[in-house]
């Protein structure tokens, strides 16, 4: 699981560092900026192989925050 997580974690940097197709810049930069945030959490969690922070972190990037991208942006 760790290799896959890690390999999917740099399209992420690249996604919040990119202008959005649609919607307002600033909202992509916070949405983007927070999603990862939470995902870099989510990295450190697994490596320290600490479940709760891991869950915790899990929690924090969905639902709500994918749909708040979504309809903003997608």
Do not use: N, V
């Not at 927070?34 to 709760?52: F, G, S, V």
């Amino acid at each position: 699981l760790l290799p896959i997580f890690c390999a999917a974690a740099g399209p992420i940097d690249a996604l919040a560092k990119s202008k959005p197709s649609k919607g307002d810049a600033e909202s992509w930069k916070k949405l983007t900026t927070e999603y990862l945030m939470h995902t870099r959490a989510l990295e450190q969690a697994i490596l320290k192989k600490d479940r709760t922070a891991a869950l915790t972190a899990g929690r924090m990037m969905a639902p709500a925050l994918c749909t708040a991208c979504h309809k903003a942006h997608r």
